[in-house]
């Protein structure tokens, strides 16, 4: 997109270029080419839509243009797929190996097609990659991350938009990542303990994150400085979220009871007492002033944020409820168990709808596309299960 750096890399016609963007054409000329000088022309499409076409001579000059050019095109979380025509390419030697061989006035068009890539990142229990960023689509590394601490991985948290990543670990400290250039900001230290679960706002720079020392506590990423240390719990926590815009925070804990926090002073606004064991899950609808916690004790409650009661007592499950999720809309909800069960609840009625049996071993953790109906369940029997919710019928298990 540079035209002075695209003359550079081609010494035998360098006053003539042209360049395409969104449809609108401009070009130069104040000394004719040479007649016997072969171009390429590499058109780039972005996922903008931008369009961006260069004219280049071939040989040794095109090899600079593929230095220059694809290395700064490269993007660790963009894919680049390259077509001769409609025929995939399979690499950029292979691009470059056709255009060597241009003959004649050939001039083929080589596209760089730019997409996102699947990413997942990863804990790694490897000293000097505690995180590792992987290719979701073919499994490749693309690359580690040390961390503030050598322990080990407790909690993950990760924001692909800002490309910024919270690792928590079992000694208590929280590395703020850069992904893109593989740095970290001053480690977040005052816990005493593994952090257990997190929650930021990557916009305002806020994060907060629940211990099993008891603690939790409301951090400013810009300056990794704790701004509030939130104490009521007499155990370690299991979860927390948290409404940024009210400034409210609701957490879990092992001490049987959920705590509603302000997370602007501090304060505890309530303790949402009635489990018989450890709260291992929520999930909040804040508009609707309601939260619905799950239990080791094998329950789920629902409570009214507002007169901080118990409205109801959902039973059903026979294990520890690992992991709920919740459509406030059609106020239905998913929760899975050690049980082996994953059940679907009508929150309304209080009332279980549908289970949905096939896992062999404890359901730790689910994720659920509402609009789509589908429920993805992690099991300790080494499978997933794609189920979908209307029917309860497993659609498909992978084993690994």
């Known amino acids: 997109s540079n035209p002075e750096a695209l003359r550079s890399l081609c010494p035998d016609c360098t006053s003539c270029f042209s360049y395409k963007r969104m449809g609108f054409v401009r070009s130069r000329s104040r000394s004719p080419c040479r007649a016997d000088s072969e171009t390429l022309e590499v058109q780039v499409c972005r996922l903008t839509g931008d369009t961006e076409t260069h004219w280049v001579s071939k040989g040794v000059q ?80 693309l690359r580690g991350y040390r961390g503030a601490t050598p322990a080990s991985v407790s909690c993950l948290l990760v924001d692909w938009t800002l490309k910024r990543a919270l690792c928590a670990a079992t000694d208590g400290i929280i590395s703020y990542l ?37 603690t939790i506590r409301v951090w400013d990423l810009a300056s990794s400085s704790c701004l509030l240390c939130l104490q009521g719990h007499s155990e370690p926590l299991h979860c927390v979220l948290v409404d940024w815009d009210a400034q409210r925070a609701i957490s879990g804990s092992a001490d049987n009871t959920a705590m509603l926090w302000d997370i602007g002073s501090g304060a505890c606004l ?39 009661l118990c409205i109801s007592t959902l039973r059903g499950h026979e294990g520890v409820v690992r992991c709920i999720s919740v459509d406030w809309t059609a106020w239905h909800a998913v929760s899975c168990s050690s049980d082996d069960s994953i ?50 019928v497993c659609l498909k298990t992978m084993e690994g």
């Open 62 to 141: 095109v090899k600079s243009f593929k230095a220059q050019f694809l290395s700064s095109a490269e993007d660790l979380f963009s894919k680049h797929v390259l077509l001769c025509g409609s025929t995939a390419l399979s690499d950029e030697e292979d691009a470059f190996d056709r255009i060597a061989a241009l003959s004649g006035n050939s001039t083929p068009q080589i596209q760089i097609v730019t997409s996102q890539r699947s990413l997942a990142l990863i804990a790694s229990p490897h000293p000097l990659a505690r995180l590792i960023l992987v290719d979701a689509d073919n499994g490749q590394c």
């Open 270 to 308: 309530c303790s949402l007492a009635g489990h018989e064991n450890s709260v291992q899950c929520l999930s909040a609808g804040w508009k609707l002033h309601r939260a619905i916690t799950g239990s080791a004790d094998s329950t789920l409650r629902l409570w009214d944020l507002e007169s901080r």
């Open 178 to 214: 850069d992904l893109a250039c593989k740095i970290h900001a001053l480690p977040l230290l005052g816990h005493q303990g593994a952090v257990r679960c997190m929650a930021a706002c990557w916009k305002s720079q806020r994060a907060l994150s629940g211990s099993i020392d008891g």
């Open 343 to 392: 059940i679907l609840w009508d929150l309304r009625s209080s009332l279980r709808v549908r289970s949905f049996l096939g896992h062999e071993d404890s359901v730790h953790s689910l994720l659920v596309n509402w609009p789509s109906s589908r429920v993805l369940s992690a099991s300790a029997d080494d499978t997933l299960r794609l189920w979908d919710i209307q029917s309860g």
